[in-house]
């Protein structure tokens, strides 16, 4: 039976996404599959060597190393060392005397065969750093979906921005959303947890798990009680978070906002073109054992919005919260003059100050 070009080509690529797949998944047969290809490169490397030495030097071999590195766990990274090393060894040895550029390439080697080896073994996750950087990736993205807020029904629309402290992908500020079943309230809380950068962001993946799997399970209070005990169990060094919670009847508009420390929202009045800061006051999660949160309750009319920000939207070195306030109120003022549209993102734009984590959240009903 003759098997067609294109059977081929496919049973190939099978069988090569299947090798991905399993290193991918850290197993040990994707691990040697990997090691033996790495090998591979490294006795084809060698046997250049063997015939033509200025062909193929003793500093070829960090192909393979650099591979390997970025491939494989530590023991078989360990083995690929070994098998380097020897081979590297026989290929100078062969060649005759050890002159000095050959000497400093195999003291060059050494340097960085330790430097390579001792890298992979602070690797805590076991797994080599592409692996773990996507496994944690994976995680943020997982975590992140949570904080995408559902399609609202006709008349609502909701908005949001993030930008993070020196561009890095991972921050402080997160949002956890949840449209009830019969898509008549919509629940959501926003978070910032102390400190910026990856120090809180790894801190906020495990928050945003915990609150995620919380949201539209219990009520409002409830919630916020269940965060703060969560938060008390962390024992973080500055393990707390502002937060500020919103459950919106999509029906009726009527509203209820907790802060837990959290930056005061503003409600857009439609009639007056103004924004008012709302009165909602409370304790940031995981400081006290019970603290107690205010609740402010309202309606939103056709054309009313809420908006929901974090302090680095309003605080900086040489602006405080009042000003900072002040000054949103006004920026937002003159931006929603134009159209709500990419609202969050055209007033981070504005944003002087970028030492820390900054999150815009606007909810609006349509007029």
């Known amino acids: 039976m003759i098997t067609s ?42 046997a250049v060597s063997m015939v033509e030495y200025n062909r193929m030097p003793v500093s070829g071999f960090y192909v393979p190393l650099l591979l390997g590195m970025l491939l494989l766990r530590f023991w078989p990274l360990v083995t690929l060392v070994s098998v380097t090393v020897l081979l590297g060894t026989v290929t100078v040895v062969n060649e005759g005397a050890l002159t000095t550029a050959r000497t400093t390439s195999i003291v060059l080697m050494t340097i960085s065969i330790s430097i390579i080896v001792f890298e992979a073994s602070r690797h805590r996750s076991g797994l080599p750093g592409p692996l773990g950087e996507a496994m944690l990736v ?27 402290a020196g561009g890095i992908n991972f921050a402080g500020d997160f949002l956890v959303a949840n449209l009830s079943s019969d898509e008549r309230h919509l629940e959501m809380v926003l978070v910032d947890v102390c400190g910026k950068g990856v120090g809180a962001g790894s801190q906020s993946l495990q928050f945003a798990g915990a609150l995620g799997g919380l949201i539209g399970s219990l009520p409002p209070l409830g919630l916020f009680a269940a965060a703060n005990d969560f938060m008390l169990r962390q024992h973080w060094d500055d393990g707390f978070a502002t937060a500020v919670h919103v459950q919106v009847d999509l029906v009726s508009g009527d509203y209820g906002i907790i802060n837990a420390g959290h930056p005061p929202a503003l409600r857009w009045m439609e009639a007056s073109g103004q924004w008012e800061v709302d009165g909602a006051r409370g304790l940031a999660l995981g400081i006290a054992r019970h603290p107690e949160f205010d609740q402010t309750t309202g309606t939103l009319a056709p054309g009313d919005a809420l908006m929901f920000y974090t302090d680095g939207v309003i605080e900086s070195r040489t602006q405080g919260v009042t000003e900072g306030i002040a000054w949103l109120q006004g920026t937002a003022t003159t931006l929603v003059a134009s159209g709500f549209d990419q609202a969050p993102r055209r007033i981070l734009a504005k944003v002087s100050n970028h030492d820390d984590d900054r999150a815009v959240l606007v909810l609006r009903r349509d007029p």
């Open 5 to 46: 070009p294109r059977a081929v080509g496919r049973s190939v690529m099978q069988y090569a996404n299947d090798r991905v797949v399993r290193w991918r998944s850290g197993s040990r047969e994707g691990q040697l599959t990997v090691l033996a290809i790495i090998v591979g490169i490294d006795l084809g490397f060698f």
């Open 138 to 164: 994976d995680l943020r993205d997982r975590l992140q979906s949570q904080g995408v807020v559902p399609a609202l029904p006709a008349g609502w629309r909701c908005q949001s921005a993030t930008e993070t």
